[in-house]
């Protein structure tokens, strides 16, 4: 068999005119114009394209993570200019920023240790500034940091976010929480960042929903908290819009622990809780 | 006579979708917006609508200022609702972010002490970052900041630019640059900022293309403050692209020297120069 060059790509992307990132038959996706881009470079080979935040319509990128593999000798033809050439041949709102060799146990799904997200928010009345429109929610109500704080204090930790998550047969809605706060940004935008080791689908824009129902003042700071006591999905939850979110970052342990962490996030993810 | 009321407005724009800040018939420009949505509010009333920065086509905007006239009575009813309504009635892409009564005599042309604008060039081989590519030039040449900010030293102060201007009859191309220098952002974006008593058509575009010849190394730093000897607009003075510009802020003195400093402006504009 060929030997195989793994190839981890760091992609950016204006989420506004993808249907997300999966690959769909007849929708733009971020996938599916990566596959094409690659198509005419190397023609039609199986990439194994596996990404390590399958984010959804809408949703931004300026951290995206994903890998393929590539023959090595069909790699060796494109070392020295793959960057360019992807920049040529993908549309101006995806972008890969960066092509580097790992060894194949990376994986950058299930090797990654924890996905950041950025949300922004601008709460004066006369709504985004216009350049950042495509990336920032407007909020008519003004929001209280201090109470979007304690309402994000609330939620950091290891918890079942099953009321934050839509439910899937046998997998866990266990998600660790390590950072979640507010700021607010020179030019005044509220920004909640928010890292774990992984989210469910639309998790983050639950999270955001239910804190700005508390940042202007309709609910309790302890309310959100509260939530993780149920077992599934609240329909008191307001999923946040698509379009504030952006994926900044996903990280990595270090190269000898790729094939570890990939090993026990596979078994974690796939099988139902434990106990009890 | 009716009394009159004299208003600041505070505007941001992406300029992407407008032909330029000024109203024209056939074209969809900020001016014309801001005129329909104000006729919503106010009728066919004569509004006297100043700016003090007449952008090109694709020019954005943060911090362009305008004036305008409503009859007292009128504004008296809208007072308290005039930025929100004015979001709701215009396209997200521009905004009037702030609505200020202020003296007759200031005029937001002609009272104005300077104009800040912000360059923005993304030099890595795979372009701007999607999320500001509407707001940000790609350069494929890598940029040398210490050659930019040499080339850019030689510029500062009072200059006749006519090398850079498109020159109009009976107006000097005479201007004083008090501040004009290049950085690089925490993503590595290089930003130009020029702040001038005014400037003339296309002339901070055209003093953007000189230095990025300096930057990218085709030219020698000395070269864009020689051509300040020129009497004519260089043709080997090429315009960099609308889209990476923003006006950022405009200066007005205090309030009891907005009618002299207009009357020194528009002295200084409309005769030719005095001497030699």
Redesign the interface.
Known sequence: MEPLVRLRLDV???GTDFSGWAAQPTRRTVAGCLQEALAVLVGDLPLGLTVAGRTDAGV?A?GQVCHIDLPAAVYEGLRASL??R??ALMP???????VTEVPATFDARFSATWRRYEYRVAD????????R???TLGWVRPLDLDRLRAAAAGLVGEHDFAAYCKRKDNATTVRAITHLDWHRAADGVAIATVQADAFCQAMVRSLVGAMLAVGDGRREPAWPAALLRRTERSSEVTVAPAHGL?LVAVGYPAESEYATRADATRRLRVSPPVAP
């Open positions: 950016s992307y204006d931004h300026t960057v360019r992807l920049a101006p709102d995806a972008r890969v920023k960066a004066v009345p006369w709504g985004p500034e216009p350049l429109r495509r990336d952006t």
